[in-house]
């Protein structure tokens, strides 16, 4: 994406603005939608999401963007001997028969594994290095096709890098124009977003190998315990308080990792947006300041054709009757009006994008360590953005922010409780419902009250509520984390968290948080 030239004029003033307007609408289309499925992604990630389905849509959204007839999304892993290999994520199934289509898809899911180094993507794998084969018929990096193999007629590769390390790549062919510089330059947020999900999953699987392999842990101390208790209890007791000091650091290990990811994902797509954004803003606010100066010139022109036109005889006044005529043919005074109205919603949006992406970086900053003064209102209007869209389709969210004072914490922190609690009191809400986010002063206490609409909650499952890996959601839809994450964040930060809730009437927590000393 280039940065448009301050000043240029083409070449007619009337070809001009259908034009450009028509680049402009195609431009912001696309970058909207870039937008949008890069925050769908970042979104899918945190909660989980299936690796093949995410990289499968994003595969999809990447087809549209370039026109692309087929390609494919996947991880670039070694061999024991060190050679790379490509194992996909998503991939179109262009198979040239039924039976090896049926096969294909059937493998698809699974991720399919591609070694061979010399062909097109090949190249990329060896080189790490992006490929561009406008004419790959003739490209001597070719590796031929099979009989029955769709046409090739131009491919693009680009690999994933992290740092030095190249972690995946991607493969688009076919586009009716070929690629270009252009192309490439508007896919690196696409490219970084992919990385940094592939870097985010390969540390969610080690997550997953240290969560199995203290859940065995866990299982041996259970059967060893069952024996202990009938010798000592003591014992038993001393082997309880090891259980539970496991499933807390399994936790915070969990969730340490899971906002590292989140954060390089995040990081990068403020990063590529932000660049876009600043010059598109500042493109759009020259534009204004010429809009105006062109308008001011346009009523002097027609002031001056008033002066003059009766006077006017020949060539001259057969000009102006031209100019007159235009004028009303296109409806100037409309046009211009219009003009400025385009402008403003342009401006406008753009400020909603740098806003969004501002509470994005402030969501994910990383810990001082260090407690510092912290704004409670402020980090829920924060965290309300960032979980808006989860919310917007489910609930009607009512804010009554009271004045309180500020807190002793960690806001990053703060913003997770936050999180858990809005989508928690989300998910309970079956259908449309409300939420309603509150905050008082009590004594020298900061109180946070989210209340829902949704389903309640027995006893015997408020019990339980805080219990690691505790949930009442389908398997693969949760850990039961979040509130146990939650209560231990709250605890370092010396409050509590209360609930009140019935079956049927809704559920509301409280967080009670000590006013920082200063003040009170």
Not at 119 to 138: C, D, K, M, R, Y
Not at 403 to 425: C, D, K, R, S
Request: glycine share 8%.
């Amino acid at each position: 994406m280039k940065k448009a030239v301050s000043g240029r004029r083409p070449a007619t003033t009337r070809e001009r603005p259908p034009s450009r307007q028509k680049a402009t609408e195609r431009a912001l289309q696309a970058s909207n939608l870039l937008l949008q499925a890069l925050t769908e992604a970042h979104l899918e990630f945190t909660r989980g999401s299936d690796a093949h389905n995410l990289f499968d849509k994003l595969l999809q959204v990447l087809l549209e963007l370039t026109q692309s007839e087929y390609g494919f999304i996947g991880e670039v892993l070694r061999d024991p001997d060190g050679e790379p290999y490509f194992r996909s994520h998503a991939i179109t199934n262009i198979a040239w028969t039924e039976e090896l289509r049926e096969h294909v898809a059937r493998q698809i899911p699974l991720g399919l594994e591609f070694r061979n180094a010399h062909t097109l993507f090949g190249a990329v794998l060896t080189s790490g290095e992006i490929v561009v084969a406008n004419e790959p018929a003739t490209d001597p990096r070719r590796g031929g096709l099979p009989p029955g193999h769709p046409p090739l007629v131009a491919f693009l590769g680009l690999p994933l890098k992290f740092g030095d390390e190249m972690v995946g790549m991607l493969g688009i062919a076919n586009r009716p124009d070929g690629y270009g510089p252009d192309v490439i330059e508007f896919l690196q947020p696409f490219v970084a977003t992919c990385c940094s999900i592939i870097v985010g999953w390969r540390s969610e699987r080690q997550r997953r190998n240290a969560e199995e392999l203290l859940r065995q842990r866990e299982e041996e101390l259970r059967r060893h315990r069952s024996q202990l208790e009938e010798l000592v209890q003591s014992r038993t007791e001393k082997l309880r308080f090891t259980t539970q000091a496991l499933e807390e650091r399994q936790a915070q290990l969990i969730q340490a990792e899971r906002m590292a990811s989140l954060g390089h994902l995040v990081a990068g797509i403020a990063h590529e947006i932000n660049n876009p954004l600043g010059y598109m803003t500042s493109n759009l606010a020259t534009l204004t300041q010429y809009l105006s100066v062109f308008t001011e010139l346009l009523n002097d022109y027609r002031e001056l054709a008033t002066a003059v036109g009766p006077g006017l005889h020949g060539p001259a006044a057969d000009l102006l009757a031209r100019i007159r005529a235009l004028q009303d043919e296109e409806d100037l005074d409309y046009l211009l009006s219009d003009v400025k109205e385009l402008l403003k919603d342009s401006r406008e949006g753009a400020q909603r994008v740098a806003d969004m992406v501002q509470s994005l970086k402030a969501y994910v900053r990383d810990d001082s360590g260090q407690p510092e003064l912290v704004d409670v209102n402020k980090e829920l209007a924060t965290t309300l953005k960032v979980v808006w869209n989860q919310l917007k389709y489910r609930c009607e969210v009512k804010s009554d922010y009271g004045q309180i004072p500020p807190i002793l914490g960690q806001p990053a922190q703060l913003n997770q409780v936050f999180t858990h609690l809005l989508l928690n009191a989300a998910q309970a809400i079956s259908q449309r419902g409300v939420i309603h986010v509150s905050t008082r002063h009590e004594a020298n206490e900061v109180l946070v009250d989210i209340s829902d609409t949704g389903h309640g909650m027995t006893p015997e499952v408020l019990s339980k509520l805080f219990t690691p890996f505790f949930t009442t959601r389908p398997p693969g839809k949760g850990v039961g984390l979040g509130l146990s994450i939650s209560e231990g964040i709250v605890s370092r930060h010396h409050g509590r968290i209360e609930v009140r809730s019935q079956p049927g009437q809704g559920s509301t927590f409280t967080i009670r948080l000590p006013v920082a000393r200063d003040f009170y």
